[in-house]
């Protein structure tokens, strides 16, 4: 199969090393519980998150076929400093235009080599490269990166970058297993590079976790005392070192065997904040925003109220409404919606009991038919119902 259009799981990884116990291992598997947590963010179109396959983590992301995008982790104590362009690239700096006799040597231990693997292995699947660290980088590496960024040929690359450029291309595409066929690939490719520095914690564990449960509290809205926050962090954290942990995949695996062995999904995050996946899924099928955040405050009125058994069909309801009022919103008079407002907010303050708010929906949709093009149907003002019990969750809990 060509490169171009391998899936993760049909190449076997370099390494299978499983799950390590020491603070730099900690702090891998805290960035990648980190980034699992984008999986829940709204627009994203993040699917997965691999763990320690093929590279630290990966994020599966867009549309089917969907492509991966490769990170690679790494804590730096702060007595070390920021990284250089040396220990990214292996190739020492080159300051003149003049060409040096023989292709320099690129370093074993360089940083970008063994990422460059990504785009040779799986071609047009590999979306991006993304470097992730708790420092920072040194002014020349910032420098060289942003002048590739900022043009679209390597020939448009300003003097002094070009000398680096043209330099390390020429120890990449030299000897008998060139890390790049040829220059321009290997510009295409660094264009793609991402560096995300200030990252975590590695030398203070409390400040990784309460980073990891000001993110679960924002998605979440729930009052958790400091202890029950990081229990929730230590539990994403656990969650990511056991998929670690899987080392008898067998390849070649397809998507569905890889994201049980190795990924991290939805589900499993919703399993740790105690948020129904059916229920979520109904939500995303709407047009709203916020999507964790509104089901939270969902689950939590449906608790108040006695409604936990109906969480999925109300959430089916919102979402509904959802794509009702996205298609009417630019046909209905302002007179009309303060109406129908006033109308549920007043089935919603009755606290009635769920037979009661059906009867009282189907009246309110029979006595407002015929204000809009697309039918308002008794689902649909069940949708607003709870959508305005999720505002007024927040607003409680604000």
Not at 121 to 135: E, I, K, M, S
Request: charged letters at 25%.
């Amino acid at each position: 199969m060509a490169n171009t259009e391998r899936r993760l799981g049909q190449l076997e990884p370099r390494e299978r090393v499983g799950a390590q116990t020491s603070r730099k291992y900690e702090y891998q598997y805290e960035r990648t519980a980190r980034a699992s947590l984008d999986l829940l963010v709204d627009g994203l179109k993040y699917l997965c998150v691999y763990c320690d396959w093929h590279d630290d983590y990966v994020v599966e992301t867009g549309d089917a076929p969907t492509r991966y995008i490769f990170h690679q982790v790494k804590g730096r104590k702060s007595s070390q400093g920021p990284w250089t362009l040396y220990e990214f690239f292996g190739v020492r700096r080159k300051k003149s235009a003049k060409p040096s006799k023989s292709a320099p040597a690129v370093a074993a231990d360089a940083i970008i080599p063994l990422m460059l693997l990504h785009h040779k292995n799986f071609g047009q699947n590999c979306a991006a490269l993304a470097f992730v660290t708790n420092a920072g980088i040194d002014p020349t590496l910032a420098k060289f990166l942003t002048a590739l960024k900022a043009v679209q040929t390597p020939m448009e690359v300003e003097e002094e970058s070009r000398y680096i450029f043209d330099h390390i291309a020429r120890a990449y595409t030299s000897g008998t297993s060139p890390l790049t066929s040829s220059s321009n690939d290997l510009f295409t490719w660094l264009r793609s590079l991402t560096v995300h520095t200030d990252q975590g914690q590695l030398e203070n564990q409390d400040s990784a976790l309460l980073e990891l449960a000001d993110v679960v509290l924002n998605f979440s809205e729930v009052e958790l005392l400091q202890r029950q926050a990081k229990q929730i962090s230590r539990e994403i954290v656990a969650l990511v070192r056991r998929r670690v942990g899987h080392t008898t995949t067998v390849v070649p695996a397809d998507d569905q065997r890889l994201q049980s062995d190795k990924g991290i999904v939805v589900a499993d995050l919703l399993g740790v904040l105690s948020l129904s996946a059916q229920a979520y899924e109904q939500l995303k099928a709407g047009t709203g925003q916020d999507i964790v955040k509104t089901l939270s405050r969902l689950e939590r009125f449906c608790k108040k109220h006695g409604l936990e058994k109906y969480v999925v069909a109300i959430c089916t309801f919102k979402a509904q409404w959802d794509i009702w009022r996205t298609i009417e919103r630019h046909f209905l008079s302002g007179v009309d919606y303060v109406l129908l407002e006033g109308k549920v907010n007043a089935v919603l303050q009755a606290q009635l009991s769920m037979e009661r708010v059906i009867a009282e929906a189907k009246d309110i949709a029979k006595q407002l038919s015929g204000m809009t093009a697309t039918p308002l149907t008794p689902e649909h003002i069940m949708g607003l119902l709870f959508s305005m019990a999720a505002q007024s969750e927040a607003i409680s809990n604000a």
